[in-house]
């Protein structure tokens, strides 16, 4: 017979599906309670309906689970979720920062809940995954309430009504003015359409329910927060198909849920959050062809490939990997070659025509090379050329680390030129000023301390697969491989265009998921065959990885209003 703690383990809260509703249902709620008719005060009733949903969301939580368990009463918990939800209501009417209110009422809810669980023997891997995950909601959907449109963005330029400019806000103007693609080339116009159409279609169905234009456009940042909020579904199922452990699941979790980037960029308007989304899926698709070869997993790898490169051409550097895989099979299997031809070219006739269509169209009419990228100017006072490659690369300037962030580089010469620095610098701030403050130049050290960590894991968990043999040697060469693609191209960016924007994290967000599967691959030596000295690198990657959590989670909380 099985006793409780089976049961519930067996019948975990944790399906993919329902997660994406929810965080669908959680960003739609936080569009709807803001005043649409005025894009720039935060309603106090809308916030405490966010509040409500989270804690309702819980609340049914914790009373599925009771049900399904044969725990003790939940009783205490609930008065806590009344009490959480009381306070943090008096919290947003009473105080002056009501957003900062409603994301700490909304955390302690839900580190409430995992303690209550865990008491109760209830905290299974995949509820703590699925309670990551909503701190990751939380911290995203925050961000965007006190970041407005026209703040912290990439080449944006304005969302104003029938004025179009060059700009992706311009670019999608264009698209839902006219109903077509920009009939003329121009600064933003050379990036595909993908992600501007599907923001073109958001602001003409806000419109049409009679949502200000202004509103509509802040409501943009829903949607890029809702392809944030989706690559932490999409990396929990990379890591399971890897095989990763459950502590292993958890501590990579943790990284992506935290990662100040996925709250910069879920708050960006341009194009890079869905093309990092379809990078995802494309390595998850690729991963589980590798592991059973079917054709609706050819299907699903040739759709997000080909839907990555129609939102930004930097996706298809995925192609050359997975070329290298297509070979490799081919050379194993080759008693298989007709079935494995046949699936090659399923793949190219959809992600070919699909990805490359934009480009075509532009190389046809404007005589735009497919690679095309718009080049500033040496006397941008952007410019980095001026410095040595081994000021760029390796005389990493010391003194500059914890100076957060660099000044406006618009505004003179830019601060900061080293590539390394500048790497690690926006990749918790983006390109933006941000007060020295202790949270901050905190965050700045164990990040500096986790990037050093998850190289030193990558190397070790490569050769140790490779020596051993492992089952996991082709996920850890992939792995190995994405970072690999993404770190070269970033690299030859950088001197090819040597600009200050063009060092940003932005460009290579998918080492995110690999230095998070490496770091959790390490968590996943097993203690016997672990030595000491491997058994304190972990220790200290565990107490690295909490203290980058609470550290991201102050810096980006006391930003708040």
């Known amino acids: 017979m099985q006793s409780a703690q089976q049961r519930i383990h067996k019948k975990e809260i944790w399906n993919g599906g329902y997660c994406l509703l929810g965080m669908a249902a959680i960003l739609l709620l936080s569009f709807v309670c803001i005043d649409p008719l005025d894009p720039q005060p935060l309603t106090k009733p809308g916030l405490c309906a966010i509040l409500l949903v989270i804690n309702l969301l819980l609340f049914a939580g914790v009373a599925f689970w009771r049900r399904q368990s044969a725990a003790a009463s939940q009783k205490p918990l609930f008065i806590l979720f009344g009490l959480s939800l009381l306070g943090g209501a008096l919290g947003i009417y009473l105080l002056d920062r009501p957003v900062a209110t409603l994301m700490l009422t909304a955390l302690f809810a839900l580190a409430m809940t995992a303690v209550a669980l865990y ?126 452990s459950a502590k292993g699941q958890v501590l990579g979790m943790s990284i992506l849920a935290f990662h100040p980037t996925f709250l910069i960029l879920g708050g960006s308007v341009n194009n890079d959050m869905l093309m990092i989304l379809c990078t995802f899926l494309t390595v998850l698709f690729l991963i589980r062809w590798m592991k059973a070869g079917l054709l609706r997993d050819m299907v699903g790898l040739a759709l997000s490939l080909g839907f990555g490169m129609l939102s930004k051409m930097s996706a298809a550097m995925l192609a050359l990997l997975i070329g290298a895989v297509f070979i490799i099979r081919l050379m194993k299997e080759k008693r298989e070659w007709k079935r494995l031809w046949g699936q090659y070219f399923v793949f190219a006739g959809l992600s070919i025509p699909l990805g490359m269509s934009y480009a075509l169209r532009n190389y046809l009419r404007f005589n735009q090379p497919f690679t095309f990228v718009p080049a500033l100017t040496r006397d941008n006072p952007q410019y980095v050329g001026n410095r040595s490659f081994w000021e760029r690369t390796v005389l990493i300037p010391v003194r500059d680390i914890m100076t957060l962030f660099r000044p406006d580089p618009f505004q003179g010469v830019p601060a900061d030129y080293n590539i390394p620095l500048y790497l690690c610098k926006t990749s918790l701030f983006g390109e933006y000023t941000f007060a020295a403050s202790f949270f901050a130049k905190g965050l700045m050290g164990v990040n500096l301390l986790m990037i050093a960590l998850s190289l030193l894991a990558m190397i070790f968990v490569i050769m140790r697969d490779i020596r051993r043999q492992s089952g996991a040697t082709l996920y850890s060469l992939l792995m190995g491989g994405v970072w690999l693609i993404w770190v070269a191209s970033y690299v030859q960016f950088c001197f090819s265009f040597p600009h200050d924007c063009t060092m940003d994290f932005r460009y290579i967000v998918p080492t995110l998921l690999t230095g998070a599967y490496f770091l959790a691959r390490l968590w996943d030596t097993p203690a016997e065959q672990a030595s000491r000295s491997t058994r304190g690198l972990r220790m200290g990657l565990t107490a690295c990885v909490g203290l980058f959590c609470l550290a991201a989670t102050a810096v980006y909380i006391t930003a708040a209003n």
């Not at 701190?135 to 965007?144: K, M, P, Q, S």
């Not at 802040?218 to 392809?227: A, K, M």
């Not at 944030?228 to 890897?242: D, K, L, Q």
Request: net charge neutral.
């Open 119 to 244: 008491i109760n023997g209830g905290l299974s891997s995949g509820t703590v995954v699925l309670l990551l995950m909503a701190c990751g909601v939380v911290l995203r959907v925050g961000y965007i309430l006190y970041t407005s449109v026209g703040e912290r963005q990439h080449d944006m330029g304005e969302f104003v009504y029938t004025n179009i400019d060059y700009g992706h806000a311009g670019y999608i103007n264009t698209i839902f003015e006219t109903g077509k693609l920009p009939q003329k080339d121009g600064w933003q116009y050379y990036h595909p359409p993908l992600h501007h159409i599907l923001a073109a279609l958001w602001l003409k169905v806000s419109t049409g329910l009679g949502v200000s234009y202004a509103r509509a456009a802040e409501g943009i940042q829903n949607l890029t927060c809702f392809y944030s909020c989706a690559c932490m579904v999409v990396a929990y199922r990379i890591f399971r198909e890897t095989g990763l």
